[in-house]
């Protein structure tokens, strides 16, 4: 498909978008297939840092020397005899991660946050805490171990709490929004250019539903690096607190729309491209969903979030606690439940390295512990249960239909409607216009075709 065709297929499909999609409701998008968004590092506009880094440490009456939680409940151990994750490299989207002797296999993938960074700084401690779930190397001092050590880990710096974009006068919440949409596009592309099998975003942009923010951008990004490159993108839910308002359960009698996309409020992007991205939940070591999850129709699986404890920017042992000098919190939620996932994604890659990214899904997928009704937007299809999905000889049947790429796509919600008035008439003209347009367009794909 030529670039002038592709141009008319998108602009076709945003456009019939934002005239008559419905300002109350959203539907699963699909993901553009076409040219990548650019993967140049460093911030769309300067930053600054106005806040000092995080403190860590480990919280009172805390005891790290035995194993963790998360690691009894996943059995990894036994998931480990069979592979390591040798072979595979996995790109961590995240906060950065700070160099330490326990990451051996860690290299530099850019920054997003300065311009002259190389993502190997860590201001606020959370990507070198996924970083340890995902590859710690061992240490005689404790028994904490990463899920795949063997894997190489890309670190790309996306975001910092510590540091706010230098834009006078603009304080308007959808242009900040979509400026954190584009800088992941680049980033998952960035990724996906240097050769992750994995790429993991712990941490979601929250987009209320209605706002209508342009998701073009990421939509490419997503269907570059899953169906021309080969990744599988993994997405931690997000957190249900200040503006990801959580979004309302599904109505458990309904049968056109089970999984309730009608009255979602808050969109987790990227995970709710769910024809191409993996969305993680997160549970107690017990499987208990944890209750400030940000749940959606998008949620694939879960894993332990809770319980958490890993290595920190320090260099000098597990932590389990961050926070402001003073006052430390206890780690977890889903972003460390996704760390897990992406471990153990790992591992299926480096076991079976000829499966695309929707085989490795569905392994995931048919191996995991379901709930009572079988998938739902807390858990998705359950619990993972790593030695399972690497124990089948072969993928599930229909795993063909766990990740797909769309011919054409509507990869953003509704804008706001024009409340200006509009003739009947002038409407009607418009929109013959453009299904006049859009039609030409299919019929000289299918000639092509």
């Not at 607190?241 to 979602?264: H, I, K, L, M, Y």
């Not at 979030?305 to 889903?334: D, K, M, R, Y």
């Not at 512990?369 to 998938?375: I, K, L, R, S, V």
């Amino acid at each position: 498909m030529g670039s002038a065709t592709a141009a008319s297929v998108l602009v076709c499909a945003l456009l019939f978008g934002l005239t008559i999609a419905p300002a109350t409701a959203i539907a699963p998008p699909e993901v553009l297939t076409g040219p990548a968004p650019t993967d140049a590092t460093g911030p769309e506009f300067p930053m600054r840092q106005d806040k000092g880094c995080l403190a860590t440490g480990v919280l009172p009456d805390s005891d790290l020397s035995r194993v963790p939680p998360p690691e009894l409940t996943l059995d990894l151990p036994a998931a480990r005899a069979l592979t390591r994750g040798a072979g595979v490299t996995v790109a961590v989207l995240d906060t950065g991660i700070s160099a330490q002797p326990r990451l051996p296999t860690l290299s530099a993938g850019g920054d997003f946050v300065l311009p002259d960074g190389d993502g190997l700084f860590d201001c606020d401690a959370h990507g070198t805490l996924i970083a340890g779930i995902i590859a710690a190397a061992a240490d005689p001092g404790d028994p904490f171990l990463g899920v795949a050590p063997d894997a190489q880990l890309l670190s790309i710096r996306l975001r910092s709490g510590a540091f706010t974009v230098e834009r006078p006068g603009s304080t308007d919440r959808a242009e900040q929004i979509a400026l954190d949409l584009r800088t992941l596009a680049r980033a998952i592309t960035r990724a996906a250019n240097s050769g992750a099998h994995v790429i993991l975003v712990p941490l979601p942009v929250c987009v209320p539903a209605q706002l209508g923010v342009d998701q073009a951008m990421l939509s490419a990004a997503i269907g570059y690096a899953t169906f021309e490159r080969g990744a599988l993108i993994i997405a931690g839910a997000g957190t249900a607190e200040g503006e990801c308002a959580q979004n309302p359960a599904p109505d458990p009698v309904s049968t056109t729309d089970p999984r309730n996309w009608r009255d979602v409020a808050t969109i987790s992007a990227p995970g709710w491209f769910t024809s191409a991205v993996l969305t993680v939940a997160a549970t107690t070591a017990a499987g208990t969903p944890l209750s400030d999850t940000l749940t959606g129709p998008w949620i694939s699986l879960a894993a332990p979030g809770a319980g958490i404890e890993s290595l920190g920017p320090g260099g000098g042992g597990l932590i389990n606690g961050v926070g402001a000098p003073g006052s430390l919190g206890a780690v977890g939620g889903p972003s460390f439940a996704a760390a897990y996932v992406a471990g153990v994604a790992a591992l299926l890659r480096s076991r079976y390295p000829a499966e695309s990214p929707a085989q490795i899904t569905q392994r995931l997928i048919a191996t995991a512990h379901a709930p009572a009704p079988g998938t739902d937007n807390t858990v998705g299809a359950g619990v993972i249960d790593p030695l399972a999905a690497l124990s089948a000889r072969t993928p599930p049947a229909d795993a063909g239909s766990a990740l797909q790429p769309a011919q054409f796509a509507l990869p953003a919600p509704a804008r706001a409607r024009d409340t200006r008035p509009v003739t009947a008439t002038a409407l009607v003209v418009g929109l013959s216009l453009l299904a006049a347009v859009c039609t030409a367009t299919a019929g000289s794909l299918r000639r092509r075709r």
